[in-house]
């Protein structure tokens, strides 16, 4: 099961460099093409910063945070791994490590992240946001992730009782 969750983070990261390879080849900058039926926009955006280009013109900060955000969640992730740890929880921070890898990458080789797709709404503050998959997974990651030590904290409560109860077995015995 460890290797499913490893495999998904490595899906993502090459899925996305790969997707953000061929935009940066095949899209010219300013260019706009629709897909999907025109529900979705593909444009080249390059951000210096992170969501919504908070942090633009930051460059060491923002990449020094990514870093530290993305090894607290390896981290995080390589705990999950025990015995005690729940599917939720790894699928969560597998989807966010997938993304937060790519997107930290492209920070430290190129000073800014590849986004390339945004929804064709009317609503134009909406339509003018620009993400990427990894963008897609760290948010979906991190929701799951919260879902996940949510679980986990009932999960090691109930474990907790569990052990207590047997200890104070133990105790009236011996």
């Known amino acids: 099961m460890i290797n499913f969750f490893v495999s998904l983070i490595a899906a993502i990261f090459m899925g996305d460099k790969y997707i953000k390879e061929r935009m940066e080849r095949q899209l010219?900058?300013?260019?706009?093409q629709e897909i999907l039926g025109g529900r979705l926009l593909l444009?080249?955006?390059h951000n210096p910063g992170v969501m919504l280009g908070i942090g633009k013109g930051k460059g060491t900060i923002v990449t020094t945070l990514s870093l530290l955000l993305t090894?607290?969640?390896a981290l995080v992730f390589v705990l999950s791994l025990s015995v005690y740890g729940s599917n939720l929880l790894r699928a969560g921070l597998?989807?966010?490590l997938g993304g937060a890898?790519?997107?930290t990458y492209d920070r430290l080789k190129q000073q800014y992240v590849m986004d390339y797709v945004s929804f064709n709404v009317k609503w134009q503050p909406f339509r003018r946001l620009v993400f990427n998959i990894s963008d897609f997974c760290i948010i979906t990651g991190a929701m799951l992730s919260a879902l996940g030590l949510k679980h986990q904290g009932r999960k090691m409560r109930k474990l907790a009782r569990k052990h207590g109860k047997k200890a104070g077995r133990e105790k009236v015995r011996g």
């Open 28 to 32: 010219p900058p300013g260019e706009t």
């Open 43 to 45: 444009r080249r955006h």
């Open 71 to 73: 090894a607290v969640s």
């Open 94 to 96: 597998s989807l966010l």
């Open 101 to 103: 890898f790519s997107n």
